[in-house]
């Protein structure tokens, strides 16, 4: 089983904000990464360290954190928005493994 | 622009080794500030993390497949690989590679298009 729990599915109403969470005893100690993965194509970095986001990512993502859940929030959903979203951070142990989160299907209404 | 590519055989028979190749292109794989990963994903499940290893040859596996898997470096050939044995049909999966950049506290930014493989008889 992940160490990392995530709601299986989440909407949201075209333009309003979204909150995607992941639970974990690690995240008490690290940071989440969050990827944006859509049918038939690799996972998107989104979201890493404390609110970072990678070039071409738009800023309507964000993220947070605060003890043991890691947030993604997007501001204005977009229909392109519409995708599976995975949180991804070190083992709890605090070595060099990592676990993913079961992963959040977003729907766009 | 660092771009990986996964290769290798997208059928293997049960009880065999699934082997995969990532090759780095654009960048080297002795880069100090990057770990080279394996992910796979089921069909229709979440992804998975399978392991890593560093150009020095380190390397570290989820405990789950640790007693199957093996991850290697090919600094020669700028490539790292993947070896799955005694494979089952629980094996079949997208398989990703991707690179860890120590920069961005270790967020897999660089990924591999994925490569299907079938574990049938």
């Known amino acids: 089983s992940s160490e990392l729990t995530q709601d299986p599915a989440v909407s949201v109403a075209l333009g309003q904000t979204v909150r995607i969470t992941c639970q974990g005893d690690g995240l008490r100690n690290y940071y989440a990464s969050w990827f944006q993965q859509k049918p038939g194509q690799a996972p998107l970095l989104v979201i890493y360290g404390k609110n970072n986001r990678p070039s071409g990512i738009p800023d309507r993502f964000s993220g947070s954190s605060s003890g043991n859940t890691a947030s993604l929030t997007i501001t204005g959903a977009q229909a392109d928005d519409e995708a599976d979203y995975y949180c991804?951070?070190?083992?709890?142990?605090?070595?060099?493994?990592?676990?993913f989160g079961g992963g959040t299907k977003l729907t766009v209404l | 622009q660092l771009q990986l590519q996964e290769s290798g055989p997208g059928l293997v028979k049960p009880s065999e080794t699934l082997s995969l190749t990532c090759t780095v292109s654009g960048g080297s794989i002795s880069s100090t500030n990057s770990y080279w990963v394996w992910i796979r994903q089921p069909p229709g499940k979440g992804l998975e993390w399978i392991g890593s290893t560093y150009y020095s040859g380190s390397t570290y596996y989820t405990p789950s497949l640790k007693s199957r898997v093996t991850v290697s470096v090919d600094t020669s050939r700028n490539q790292f690989s993947l070896k799955v044995s005694s494979v089952t049909a629980a094996d079949t999966a997208v398989y990703y590679c991707?690179?860890?950049?120590?920069?961005?506290?270790?967020?897999?930014?660089?990924w591999g298009q994925g490569t299907t493989v079938i574990v049938s008889s």
């Open positions: 991804n951070s070190r083992d709890s142990s605090g070595n060099f493994l990592r676990v």
């Open positions: 991707a690179r860890e950049d120590v920069g961005k506290m270790g967020a897999m930014d660089v």
